[in-house]
C-alpha cells in the first residue's frame, strides 16, 4: 500500500523525468538535420509535456488527499482540546468534563450518533455531559462497570468517553421512561409497566447480551426499557413483533 510520502516522491521523479526528457529532446532537435525528423520530436516533446504534466497533477492531488487524510486520522486520535461546552445544531448542550480522557474521535462519533437519534427521543434531555467513569461511581454510586447514568431532577445524561451509541440512546431511553411514566408513575414512584413490556422482557435482555449485562437489563423494568429503546433506535429488527407495535404507538 502506498504511502503518501511515496506520490511525494513520484511526483518528484515525474518531474525531474519530464525535465530531462525535454532536455534531451532539445538537444536532438538542434543536432537533427531531417525535417521530418524534427517535427517529430516536436510532436512527441508535446505528447510528454501534456501527458507527463497530467500525470505529474494527477500525482500531486493524490498526495495532496493522502496527507489529508493522514492528518485528519492523527487529530481525531489526539485528546480533545476544544470548548468544554459545545451547541451541536438543535441538540441538548454537551458538556465536557476536563477530567475525562476524551479524544477528538469521541466527539465525533458523539456528534454522529446524535444525527442518528430521533428528535423524540432526546428533546427532554436537558444536557449531556462526557465524564470519567471515576466520576459516575463517585457521585451516582454506581459500579466499576458504569458507563452512562440518567440524573432525573435535572433530566441530564452522562456517558463516558467509552459509551457506544447504544448506551447513549439507553440513557435517552430512561429520559423519555420519566417523562411519559412508562416504569415510573407522576410521583416518578416504580409502577407496573405495560403488560407488553413485561411478557417480553426475557427477549429484550437476550437481544441487547452481546453489547449489554443480561443481568443489568433484568434487573428491573427501568432498565429493560431503556435497553429496548435503545434497540428501538439502532435495530428495531430484534424486538419482538408485538413489543415493536406498542413503541411505534408510544408518544412522539
Known sequence: MFHYADYYQATYILIIGMILFLVAMAITYKHASKRKLKTGIIFLSIFVFIFGGYKIIMCKLKTDQMLQEKLKQDWLFEKYSGP?????????????????????????????????????????????????????????????????????????????????????????????????????????QDIIPPDVLISNQNAVCEAVSESNSFEHCMSSYHETFADAMALYVESPNKLPPDLKAWMDSLPK
Open 84 to 188: 468544554a461546552n459545545i451547541q451541536y445544531k438543535d441538540y441538548p448542550p454537551i458538556y465536557i468534563d476536563s477530567n475525562a480522557d476524551v479524544l477528538n474521535i469521541t466527539v465525533a462519533s458523539f456528534k454522529e450518533t446524535l444525527d442518528n437519534t430521533p428528535k423524540w427521543l432526546y428533546k427532554n434531555a436537558s444536557s449531556i455531559t462526557l465524564t470519567s467513569q471515576q466520576y459516575l461511581i463517585d457521585n451516582f454510586e454506581r459500579d466499576k462497570d458504569v458507563m452512562g447514568c440518567s440524573f432525573f431532577p435535572d433530566m441530564t445524561v452522562y456517558t463516558t468517553s467509552h459509551a457506544t451509541s447504544s448506551i447513549l440512546e439507553h440513557e435517552f431511553g430512561h429520559i423519555y421512561d420519566y417523562n411519559f411514566f412508562i416504569t415510573f408513575n407522576q410521583n416518578h
